[in-house]
């Protein structure tokens, strides 16, 4: 379903609802988040002697140090009568995986039909249970940034289609949230075509604070492949998931999970080495944070934390020897390391209890595959509030 179309079916459906049942006015929340930006590390420069001549190629430039607009974001959450609730999201945000400003638009939407207050069913636009991390919103993450692993396995950022959920209370200590969606494919073709289905479960165990979670995608998509004949794309089938646990209890917070799958639009290697659909990659990380309750009300809290993270992105390929067509290199070289690894140290600072909070968060590569350039180290200082 295109967006066009879904934000048609919202305003008819709220049309009806205002008609027909009671209208409650909605909760309005908004959200804001400034940065400063700062890399540290050099430029990689190789010493290029093809096309007759010396010369130095740059396959890495380290990223200008700037201020941003992180997001800025306004969310409408309602009710029409006891038994339908809906939400808008419009705003703008900078994708933290691609660097590219989305501009403002509706970033969420959703309409759900709720028979028992443990369960609904609707239409919606937004964030899908692929585990602890990739679920929650980016602001609400313990650092800064989501692991950079989520770009592939997250699959589409902000899904839109059919979603059933349930969170149900087993007993005091114990209960479930679930998730079943299906979801366009990556580019809103016709489901004959492509396809986007998950289901994830996030169980609240009996022991206090702890949570495990798992999902699992089944995704029909392009890969890049087409039909020798008609030169359309062929769409292919690939999968995702993963699993985890979280321990959040009195000031201690400790998450960790881990994700594998197969079939990747975006290849690290060459599809004659190992083709889209049968590339696997897995990933990984865990964190950890502390949380020193002051008694200033300047600052009624600081978190210090750190993250550790792991992304093998092709963990089937034995190795291969890679012509390097950036540099024109004529020199092949073996690649048979695609891990790329990252350790992050950082602090919340509190300036409220709950919605204004300072960030500071500083990255630095561990690990960097054989087919890649070293990235800068990061800092980032990060101002976010909202209502």
Same mark, same amino acid.
């Given at each position: 379903? +295109?967006?066009?179309?879904? @934000?048609? $079916?919202? &305003?008819?459906?709220?049309?009806? !609802?205002?008609? /027909?049942?009671?209208?409650?006015?909605?909760?309005?929340?908004?959200?804001?988040?400034?940065?400063?930006?700062?890399?540290?590390?050099?430029?990689?420069?190789?010493?290029?002697?093809?096309?007759?001549?010396?010369?130095?190629?740059?396959?890495?430039?380290?990223?200008?140090?700037?201020?941003?607009?992180?997001?800025?974001?306004?969310?409408?959450?309602?009710?029409?009568?006891?038994?339908?609730?809906?939400?808008?999201?419009?705003?703008?945000?900078?994708?933290?995986?691609?660097?590219?400003?989305?501009?403002?638009?509706?970033?969420?939407?959703?309409?759900?039909? +709720?028979?028992?207050?443990? @369960?609904? $069913?609707? &239409?919606?636009?937004?964030?899908? !249970?692929?585990? /602890?991390?990739?679920?929650?919103?980016?602001?609400?993450?313990?650092?800064?940034?989501?692991?950079?692993?989520?770009?592939?396995?997250?699959?589409?950022?902000?899904?839109?289609?059919?979603?059933?959920?349930?969170?149900?209370?087993?007993?005091?200590?114990?209960?479930?949230?679930?998730?079943?969606?299906?979801?366009?494919?990556?580019?809103?073709?016709?489901?004959?075509?492509?396809?986007?289905?998950?289901?994830?479960?996030?169980?609240?165990?009996?022991?206090?604070?702890?949570?495990?979670?798992?999902?699992?995608?089944?995704?029909?998509?392009?890969?890049?492949?087409?039909?020798?004949?008609?030169?359309?794309?062929?769409?292919?089938?690939?999968?995702? !998931?993963?699993?985890?646990?979280?321990?959040?209890?009195?000031?201690?917070?400790?998450?960790?999970?881990?994700?594998?799958?197969?079939?990747?639009?975006?290849?690290?290697?060459?599809?004659?080495?190992?083709?889209?659909?049968?590339?696997?990659?897995?990933?990984?990380?865990?964190?950890?944070?502390?949380?020193?309750?002051?008694?200033?009300?300047?600052?009624?809290?600081?978190?210090?934390?750190?993250?550790?993270?792991?992304?093998?992105?092709?963990?089937?390929?034995?190795?291969?020897?890679?012509?390097?067509?950036?540099?024109?290199?004529?020199?092949?070289?073996?690649?048979?390391?695609?891990?790329?690894?990252?350790?992050?140290?950082?602090?919340?600072?509190?300036?409220?209890?709950?919605?204004?909070?300072?960030?500071?968060?500083?990255?630095?590569?561990?690990?960097?595959?054989?087919?890649?350039?070293?990235?800068?180290?990061?800092?980032?200082?990060?101002?976010?509030?909202?209502?």
């Amino acid at each position: 379903m +295109k967006l066009l179309t879904m @934000i048609a $079916l919202v &305003l008819v459906l709220v049309l009806q !609802m205002t008609l /027909f049942a009671e209208l409650e006015l909605p909760e309005i929340h908004t959200n804001i988040v400034m940065q400063s930006e700062c890399y540290f590390g050099d430029d990689v420069v190789v010493q290029d002697s093809s096309w007759q001549g010396n010369f130095e190629n740059t396959i890495y430039k380290v990223p200008d140090s700037k201020f941003a607009v992180r997001s800025v974001m306004i969310e409408a959450i309602g009710k029409f009568g006891k038994n339908i609730e809906y939400n808008m999201e419009f705003g703008m945000s900078t994708c933290p995986f691609s660097g590219e400003a989305t501009g403002f638009g509706l970033k969420e939407t959703g309409v759900f039909y +709720k028979p028992f207050e443990w @369960i609904r $069913l609707g &239409l919606m636009k937004g964030h899908i !249970m692929r585990g /602890f991390e990739i679920y929650q919103c980016c602001t609400e993450v313990l650092t800064v940034e989501k692991p950079y692993s989520g770009a592939a396995f997250i699959g589409q950022c902000h899904a839109t289609g059919a979603v059933v959920e349930v969170d149900y209370d087993i007993s005091e200590s114990m209960g479930f949230s679930t998730q079943l969606a299906f979801l366009n494919g990556f580019s809103g073709e016709s489901f004959n075509k492509e396809y986007d289905r998950n289901i994830g479960l996030i169980f609240r165990t009996p022991l206090t604070g702890l949570s495990i979670c798992a999902y699992y995608n089944d995704i029909k998509q392009d890969l890049g492949k087409t039909d020798p004949i008609t030169f359309e794309p062929i769409y292919e089938k690939s999968n995702r !998931m993963g699993f985890g646990a979280e321990f959040d209890f009195y000031n201690i917070f400790v998450r960790g999970e881990y994700y594998t799958g197969k079939g990747f639009a975006e290849s690290s290697v060459p599809d004659t080495t190992k083709t889209k659909k049968d590339l696997k990659k897995n990933a990984f990380y865990i964190e950890g944070a502390y949380k020193f309750k002051t008694k200033c009300d300047i600052i009624p809290y600081i978190q210090p934390y750190v993250m550790y993270q792991s992304w093998d992105k092709a963990s089937n390929v034995d190795g291969y020897y890679w012509d390097n067509t950036e540099t024109f290199i004529d020199d092949t070289i073996y690649c048979d390391d695609f891990v790329s690894s990252y350790f992050t140290a950082g602090i919340t600072i509190g300036l409220d209890e709950e919605h204004t909070k300072l960030k500071i968060d500083f990255e630095t590569p561990v690990d960097t595959p054989d087919n890649e350039s070293e990235q800068a180290k990061k800092l980032i200082i990060r101002l976010q509030t909202g209502f």
